[in-house]
Every structure is written in structure tokens, then in C-alpha cells.
Nanobody
Framework: QVQLMESGGGSVQAGGSLTLSCATSEDTFRRNCIGWFRQAPGREREEVAHFLPNHRITYYADSVEGRSTLSQDKNTLHLQMTSLKPEDTAVYYC?????????????????WGQGTQVTVSS
């Protein structure tokens, strides 16, 4: 069973930084794409970024391109976000799945974490 454990959410002022972490098992990391999605109040869930461990490929949504960086530390995927804006406020979810696109938005991860709240104040 795939388990995804998110941490690192919190409150920050606009322009600040946060790092979210998604911890999982070695087997999950080896077999799956891992990524981050977010859902703001009243809006649909959208992708932030994803990582293909076997190919060392990363994809970033346009909304966070240049402000976010994915990095791997053993079986944990970190999402570092800088220059945060109030519109980045959302619940952020870690997701995993056996297949994901190399260079486009990922629409259908199979597994989801519980989510962690990020609040950016102006």
C-alpha cells in the first residue's frame, strides 16, 4: 500500500519561502512518479510539480515555474517554494502514480496524501 506523508505547511508572509516534504517508502519512490498538487478554496485541484525518479525529470506548472524547486532526499521529495504570493494559499497534496507525463501536466495520480495547509498573507 502506498503511503505519502506530507509535512512543512504553515503560514508565511508574501515574498517568503516554505519547503514542503513528502515522505514515502523506498519501493514507492522507485516505482512511481511523485508530485505536488494544490487546491485553494472554491477552486479545482491543480498540479504544482512532479518528479520522475527513474529519469530524474521534473515538471513545473506555469504558476510556480521559477519560484519552486523539487529535490529528492532518499525517499522524500521536497518542494521548495520561494517568492510566495497570497494566491499560493491552498491545501497542498503529495501524489504518486505509476505513470506520469515527461513534460506536461499530470492529470490522474493514483495515490494521494492527506494534504498540508499553506497560507500566504499579504
Amino acid at each position: 500500500q502506498v503511503q505519502l506523508m506530507e509535512s512543512g505547511g504553515g503560514s508565511v508572509q508574501a515574498g517568503g519561502s516554505l519547503t514542503l516534504s513528502c515522505a514515502t517508502s523506498e519501493d514507492t519512490f522507485r516505482r512511481n512518479c511523485i508530485g505536488w498538487f494544490r487546491q485553494a478554496p472554491g477552486r479545482e485541484r491543480e498540479e504544482v510539480a512532479h518528479f520522475l525518479p527513474n529519469h530524474r525529470i521534473t515538471y513545473y506548472a506555469d504558476s510556480v515555474e521559477g519560484r519552486s524547486t523539487l529535490s529528492q532526499d532518499k525517499n522524500t521529495l521536497h518542494l521548495q517554494m520561494t517568492s510566495l504570493k497570497p494566491e499560493d494559499t491552498a491545501v497542498y497534496y503529495c501524489a504518486a502514480g505509476e505513470q506520469c507525463p515527461y513534460a506536461s501536466r499530470w492529470n490522474d495520480p493514483k495515490y494521494w496524501g492527506q494534504g498540508t495547509q499553506v497560507t500566504v498573507s499579504s
